[in-house]
């Protein structure tokens, strides 16, 4: 055994949780994360396809103290299906052959005495006054995959009350980041060594800042591996963009308010310039969805919480506008100007807001045409796009005496902005015949959503106009793209996002930062976050170590009507993959439909031609493959579909999916009621039935409850690229 390692005393313990094959994988993972800067790893014996009994012979490489063991079952979560009694065999028997941590769930320890005694005889009382890695030591678990904890502090005061000397754990799943603020105050009161931590893209934040609030601890990915739970960052993530160690009591943070946020470089920058400048902060994506209430509620909800240390904020869409009207009075006479704040800077219990998009864009067009503000005036410009973004080009260009003409696709936006800064409006049908000096695209053709499109047809260019696409990413954008090849001058996003984030900076902090040092920095960060696609999927699946051709299917399960059929097209066409659905594949094979299939040859029979061809197709290249809603009830398809690609479950309720039956005649008529009531009944009884095993095999969850297809596909794709956060 090696020496003892003690963690350290003087912040919170970052632990990387591994999953793998078979214990060889496991270990050799667990010790390229420790020589990465991993203060201790979790070994997800639960993850295992292969010999998990193996994993105590090899445990004994790891540093003491540095390790969990843990086995965590389907209903908290994870994919283990042996008894209670069996997991907790495993893990003393892994605990015994070296030294580290348990995590056994609150549930198991509350309901099984023989477990108790069990963990106790590895496990002594006293061990949460050990540091070091001289003694084994013991962490509760309880984690809640569907919600939050009725009542999350009753909870936590029972798990201290029932083992003392236990460091504590709850997790649970959240619909929003006001929600994830109860987390933080947990960590923030608990006088036992406690791991709160919310999952999802709402509870990154729970992750990022629980150094701040006295976490024992907190969970990552590891790099290029897979996250073992919805919301995990990378190692590098948390130890470079959001600087882990450096962050403590004292630490203020802020955030980028909009969604999407998940694309943008603002953590990478500004916590990158925070550090520069010596100045305790850190900068977070706060996804707030489109509605007039949600940043206004995340706002007061800070109010209510000065704990909390929110010092300001970058505003993105849908809530420019929103933050105006909440601000009212406490604007700056730009953002009063412009109708729009891109910037809130908290001053003790006061907020003001500011635009900061007007000056950068300004700063980035008179330094590429080696002018000043003033030699603008005469020039004609087009603005696409009639957004918060749009309304600060269009009234900084006006107020340099620019001809201004404004398109969008909704016209009445359109007329509404130039009737504010009285200019010009045009329908958007006809922007391609203008002939004006400056091009400015601030519409969202050409961002991750549409990544193929351009706003204007390459006839506009040929009369070379300067060229400003607001979108930013780490390849030019199809405009820009053909722009230069119509040898334009052009203007990309990230000049534009660098001048307006150097004024951000400025406000929040007094300091002054170069903005070709910001763009560095931002073009570094989607560098390293720009994959394709697939790349990111083989990286982010629970079937771990092979590579990407046989890793690269994207696989949708779910019940009927929860839009596999729907979904899986559009995805597969914004993916550039082929799509296949298993039973489609089924009925063209047999020259039946599927209801035939059952007819004449009984559910059995169905089963094993659906067990041939999804076995088939998984070895196929990279797909888009919708299966059957009882596909998951077979170990064998699952292993498969394991093995081939990343799972996604889509969702909604029992309700919404038998008005999607009821109102799809074609599936009526093809697909089989599997039992005598029909209907509704039938949707309810085998959605019960049938939900740990979607739960069990899914790597990530998209709710379709109340969205179309369109928007699910987008929400989807959203969490392909950016590895699984949500």
């Not at 601030?442 to 106009?465: F, I, M, Q, Y």
């Not at 763009?519 to 990286?539: C, G, I, K, M, S």
Request: charged share 20%; aromatic share 6%.
């Amino acid at each position: 055994m090696q020496d003892s390692v003690e963690l350290p005393s003087d912040r919170s313990a970052l632990i990387v949780s591994i999953g793998a094959e078979n214990p060889v994988q496991l270990i050799r993972q667990a010790k390229e994360a420790l020589s990465r800067g991993a203060d201790i790893v979790e070994l997800r014996l639960d993850l295992l396809e292969h010999s998990p009994a193996e994993i105590s012979s090899a445990i004994h490489e790891l540093p003491p103290g540095r390790w969990i063991v843990t086995c965590r079952p389907v209903d908290e979560g994870g994919r283990s299906v042996a008894s209670a009694t069996e997991r907790a065999d495993l893990l003393v028997k892994t605990l015994t052959a070296g030294c580290g941590f348990i995590d056994i769930e609150y549930q198991t320890w509350s309901e099984s005495a023989a477990i108790r005694k069990l963990i106790r005889s590895v496990v002594p009382v006293d061990s949460i006054s050990h540091t070091s890695g001289s003694v084994n030591r013991l962490i509760l678990s309880h984690h809640d995959m569907t919600g939050r904890p009725s009542d999350a502090p009753g909870l936590l005061r029972a798990m201290q009350t029932a083992v003392p000397d236990a460091v504590l754990k709850l997790v649970w799943n959240v619909q929003s980041v006001v929600e994830s603020f109860e987390a933080l105050e947990l960590m923030r009161t608990s006088r036992q060594p406690i791991m709160a931590i919310c999952i999802g893209k709402s509870g990154v934040l729970t992750r990022v800042l629980a150094g701040k609030f006295g976490a024992f601890a907190t969970y990552c990915a590891a790099d290029g591996g897979p996250a073992t739970a919805p919301g995990q960052l990378t190692l590098s993530q948390m130890l470079d963009h959001y600087r882990w160690r450096a962050i403590n009591r004292q630490t203020k943070w802020y955030g980028l308010l909009g969604d999407p946020v998940w694309h943008s470089p603002g953590p990478a920058v500004f916590t990158g310039s925070f550090q520069d400048c010596g100045i305790n902060a850190v900068y977070l994506p706060i996804e707030l969805p489109i509605g007039e209430n949600t940043m206004t509620s995340f706002l007061e909800a800070v109010d209510a919480r000065p704990w909390l240390d929110f010092a300001g904020a970058s505003v993105t869409v849908p809530h420019k506008q929103n933050a105006c009207a909440w601000l009212n009075d406490s604007l700056d006479p730009t953002a009063r100007r412009v109708g729009a704040v891109n910037t809130l800077v908290r001053s003790g219990e006061t907020w003001r807001g500011h635009n900061t998009d007007y000056d950068g864009l300004l700063d980035a067009l008179t330094e590429t045409l080696d002018c000043t503000r003033a030699d603008l005036a005469g020039q004609t410009a087009d603005v696409l796009g009639a957004g918060g973004a749009a309304r600060a080009i269009v009234a900084a260009l006006v107020d340099c005496r620019v001809n201004v003409t404004v398109y969008n696709r909704t016209a009445d936006r359109a007329a509404a902005v130039a009737n504010d800064f009285g200019c010009r409006w045009a329908p958007w049908a006809q922007r391609d015949a203008s002939r004006a000096d400056l091009l400015i695209n601030a519409t969202t053709l050409g961002s991750p959503a549409a990544p193929d499109r351009s706003p204007v047809s390459n006839e506009r260019l040929s009369t070379k106009p300067v060229v400003v696409d607001m979108v930013y990413s780490a390849c030019p954008t199809r405009l820009l793209a053909a722009a230069k090849s119509a040898e334009c001058r052009v203007i990309d996003g990230l000049e534009v996002y660098a001048r307006q984030a150097a004024h951000q900076f400025r406000l929040w902090t007094g300091s002054t930062k170069s903005p070709s040092l910001l763009r560095e920095l931002a073009e570094v960060f989607l560098d390293d976050t720009q994959a394709d696609p697939l790349q990111t999927v083989a990286r982010s699946v629970h079937a771990w170590g092979l590579d990407r051709a046989t890793r690269g299917h994207v696989i949708l399960i779910g019940y009927r009507g929860s839009g596999k059929s729907t979904v899986g097209p559009l995805l597969a066409e914004r993916l550039g993959l082929p799509f296949v659905d298993t039973d489609q594949e089924i009925a063209q094979r047999a020259g039946k439909t599927i209801t035939q299939v059952f007819d004449a040859e009984g559910e059995d029979a169905f089963r094993e031609h659906e067990r041939e061809v999804i076995a088939e197709v998984c070895t196929r290249d990279p797909h888009v493959i919708a299966v059957g809603g009882g596909a998951v009830l077979d170990d064998d398809n699952t292993a498969a579909m394991r093995q081939a690609g990343a799972i996604v479950w889509l969702t909604a309720t029992a309700n919404t999916l038998w008005k999607r039956i009821a109102a799809d005649s074609k599936s009526q008529d093809q697909r089989p009621n599997l039992s005598p009531e029909g209907g509704g009944a039938e949707v309810q009884r085998l959605l019960d039935a049938r939900q740990q095993r979607y739960r069990g095999a899914a790597d990530w969850e998209v709710d379709t409850e109340g969205v179309g297809p369109s928007e699910a596909t987008d929400q989807l794709v959203r969490q392909l690229r950016h590895g699984g956060i949500g």
